[in-house]
């Protein structure tokens, strides 16, 4: 089955924004990585490149295997990843395995900040594609 990452970035996008108006910060900050993680593999396929062997390394999906995608397919670097702090604390602290840690780890702030790279990765990436009319509505 081919995956369908913009799919799933939209409706990770769409379920950590209503956790974090509930006040749900942990599944919140936990769901606004896969949202960052599915708008990077989106773009990576969108080069030709299969995105499934680089796992959930959010961080070197931004970096290396972004910047190979981008040679590879140059069409795909007006759609970059823009630096902020934010962005970059998700790069490094997000992992699949605060799906296990205790409720109330993460606190609004930091879940706020993630939701806004989430926020700036989706616009920049899928929301810029589906104007550009490279990828379909979600």
């Not at 062997?53 to 961080?59: G, I, K, L, R, T």
């Not at 397919?73 to 205790?102: D, F, I, K």
């Not at 609004?108 to 550009?132: F, H, K, N, Q, S």
Request: glycine share 8%.
């Amino acid at each position: 089955m081919n995956e369908d990452f913009g799919s799933a970035a939209a409706r990770h996008w769409d379920d950590a924004a209503v956790l974090f108006r509930a006040n749900r910060f942990d599944n919140a900050a936990y769901l606004s990585g896969y949202v960052v993680e599915c708008c990077l593999k989106a773009l990576i396929q969108a080069a030709g490149m299969a995105p499934k062997p680089f796992s959930h390394d959010v961080a070197t999906l931004a970096g290396d295997v972004l910047l190979l995608a981008c040679t590879v397919a140059p069409s795909v670097r007006r759609y970059g990843v823009p630096s902020s702090p934010e962005l970059g604390r998700l790069l490094n602290e997000w992992t699949p395995a605060m799906r296990y840690w205790p409720t109330g780890h993460v606190v609004r702030t930091v879940a706020g900040d993630w939701i806004r790279a989430a926020e700036t990765v989706y616009r920049g990436i899928l929301i810029e594609r589906i104007l550009d009319g490279c990828t379909e509505v979600l």
